[in-house]
């Protein structure tokens, strides 16, 4: 998927793009239930070193590739 992210440093808001691999298909979804996606965007924006309060919100989804299907029981 490719997502809308902002996060904020400092006293700004930034607005990018990522890319993340996760079976919820929705914002909302993503940033409550896969946590893996989470710390890595986290990772990805902000750093190993950086202290304080690390924030990221997916404001939407632009683009979706469905790759495969995961059994719910299986999980």
Known sequence: MELDVAYKKGNRVIKSTAWAVSRYNTPAEIMAESHHTMDRLRRQFFGKK??????????????????????????
């Open 50 to 75: 950086s202290k304080g309060d690390k924030k990221v919100i997916i404001r939407g989804i632009t683009s979706e590739i469905h790759v495969g299907f995961v059994n719910r029981n299986a999980i």
